[in-house]
């Protein structure tokens, strides 16, 4: 992570960030085991959401360490479809960057399944033109997260909140300790 998702100046210094490694069925049905870096004061906490999210059979379609924000270019993680968390970069809307630290630069925010969660604009923009399907949130398609679903209550069963609330844009994919 040294000189790509954590560098000197991110708000949170590498030793307060902890590395976890949980099992989670994948969109193939089989049982996979990936890698995420969160902050030290809630891995115990997300660790239990993904542990439901097993249970629940929830599928994932890949777990793995966040790549490194460069401006300009869109974030290869949501086009594989990458359940990350830690990422020292600002804040992303539809529109690009913001001025604004992401909740990910302190390890207080997860996106999961970004490809089939969506950002999405309120007049139903998308970034990434592979999402372009999953703007229909009466679909049921794997990895879709839905109001009330287990993803959500897992979620908030730790007091977080999620970007499918948002009134101002919907990030389907975005769970964070703020809200924001």
């Known amino acids: 992570m040294r000189g790509t998702t954590w560098k000197p100046g991110c708000p949170v210094p590498i030793s307060d960030l902890r590395l976890l490694r949980f099992n989670y069925v994948g969109f193939d049905g089989e049982i996979k085991r ?3 870096v969160v902050n030290a004061t809630v ?3 997300v660790l239990s959401v993904f542990q439901q999210l097993f249970e629940a059979r929830f599928p994932l379609k890949r777990v793995a360490l966040a790549t490194e924000y460069k401006p300009k ?8 479809s990458v359940t990350a968390s830690f990422n020292c970069r600002p804040a992303i809307t539809t529109s690009g960057p913001t001025q604004t630290l992401s909740q990910h630069s302190y390890g207080l925010a997860v996106d999961v399944n970004p490809l089939q969660n969506p950002e999405v604009s309120l007049d139903g923009r998308v970034r990434d033109k592979a999402a372009r399907i999953y703007r229909d949130r009466a679909l049921d398609l794997p990895g879709m997260i839905h109001a009330g679903d287990v993803v959500v209550r897992a979620f908030a069963a730790i007091g977080w909140r999620w970007g499918g609330d948002w009134s ?3 990030d389907y994919m975005h769970f964070s300790q703020t809200g924001t």
């Not at 270019?73 to 949501?78: E, F, L």
Request: aromatic share 0%; proline share 12%.
């Open 34 to 36: 990936g890698p995420m």
């Open 43 to 45: 891995a115990q906490d």
């Open 73 to 80: 270019h869109d974030d290869p993680s949501q086009h594989r």
């Open 168 to 170: 101002s844009m919907k």
